[in-house]
């Protein structure tokens, strides 16, 4: 399954995770406080085995995409 994370609020440290057909698989953040990305899974999702805590939002996304079997992107929403 594909997984789009999508920025939300204009500081760029979070995002929603959704899949392609828009059902919601949880959020990752970056704190200001560390240098570490946090994937935060919807309890009872795809997502509720992934680790949570990787050093970037690469790492993050690789291990979303192993998990999910599929691949993980990265919605820049320039389009809008």
Not at 36 to 47: C, F, K, R, W, Y
Not at 52 to 77: F, Q, V, Y
């Amino acid at each position: 399954m594909d997984v789009v994370l999508t920025p939300t609020g204009s500081t760029g440290n979070a995002w929603t995770l959704d899949d392609r057909l828009g059902r919601k698989l949880g959020t990752v953040t970056k704190p200001d406080d560390t240098d570490n990305v946090l994937i935060q899974p919807e309890p009872a999702g795809l997502l509720k085995s992934v680790k949570k805590e990787h050093a970037s939002l690469d790492a993050a996304m690789s291990a979303i995409a192993a998990a999910a079997n599929g691949a993980c992107t990265l919605d820049s929403r320039d389009w809008e």
